[in-house]
């Protein structure tokens, strides 16, 4: 399978814990979003990077939040201390970028978060 | 602020063609319009996307009114797979990301 890769595909965790989750993009893909997406609402962006340079962070990135992309390959998304508000799916998408108006976003399939 | 107005569910025959409809009444000339859509337990799917000409593809066709009002995603045979919730988003030409809307939930029925 060449799609974007997510791992793992759930995880429970306790209030309070550390998190973190991995994103294998299509490979040779430039460009890596975040998102994440509560029941019933559409994905809302958190983050983005080109190769390695994260170039833009959501307001709802709090501090606790932090991505990475060492590289410019697979991406860690970690959440410090979590919070219950912070379950939810997290989902992570690659593009081959060249020219914005002809991006296509893949995404994977997500990394479910529940906080107890 | 919401760019697009969907309907939050409709319902489609097997074998029809399904057409979702998407408003965009405060479209900018320089704003693509995007289809994407999410399977249940899956990621989205890019679909289709165009400024202003009707497009059409492998998945889906994609008319746009002539003054980019509005606009129709139309899948020409619909099928069981096709249930889905269905993004109409519009993305300025410079803007680095997508803004997803609630969407359209379709239930594709035999």
């Known amino acids: 399978d060449t799609g974007v890769s997510q791992n793992p595909r759930h995880k429970i965790t306790k209030r309070g814990q550390n998190v973190t989750f991995r994103c294998d993009p299509i490979?040779?893909?430039?460009?890596l979003y975040w998102y994440r997406q509560t029941l019933g609402q559409g994905p809302e962006f958190l983050t983005y990077?080109?190769?390695?340079?994260?170039?833009?962070k959501s307001r709802l990135l709090s501090d606790r939040f932090s991505a990475e992309r060492p590289k410019g390959s697979f991406s860690t998304l970690e959440i410090q201390r979590t919070e219950q508000g912070d379950s939810a799916m997290y989902l992570c998408?690659?593009?081959?970028?060249?020219?914005?108006?002809?991006?296509?976003?893949?995404f994977g399939s997500g990394t479910q978060l529940s906080v107890l | 602020d919401a760019k697009t107005t969907q309907p939050p569910s409709m319902d489609c025959a097997e074998g029809r063609a399904a057409n979702l409809p998407c408003n965009h009444s405060?479209?900018?000339?320089?704003?693509?319009v995007y289809w994407y859509r999410q399977i249940h337990s899956q990621g989205p799917q890019y679909i289709i996307h165009?400024?202003?000409n009707n497009e059409t593809n492998e998945m889906a066709s994609l008319i746009i009114t002539e003054d980019r009002k509005s606009s129709t995603l139309i899948l020409p045979h619909a099928t069981l797979r096709d249930t889905a919730v269905y993004y109409c988003?519009?993305?300025?030409?410079?803007?680095?990301?997508?803004?997803f809307g609630a969407g359209t939930t379709v239930t594709v029925r035999a």
């Open positions: 405060t479209i900018s000339g320089n704003e693509y």
């Open positions: 165009g400024l202003k």
């Open positions: 990077f080109q190769n390695e340079a994260q170039l833009e």
């Open positions: 988003i519009v993305r300025v030409s410079n803007d680095y990301k997508l803004s």
């Open positions: 490979s040779e893909h430039n460009r």
């Open positions: 998408a690659s593009s081959l970028f060249r020219e914005i108006v002809n991006e296509k976003l893949f």
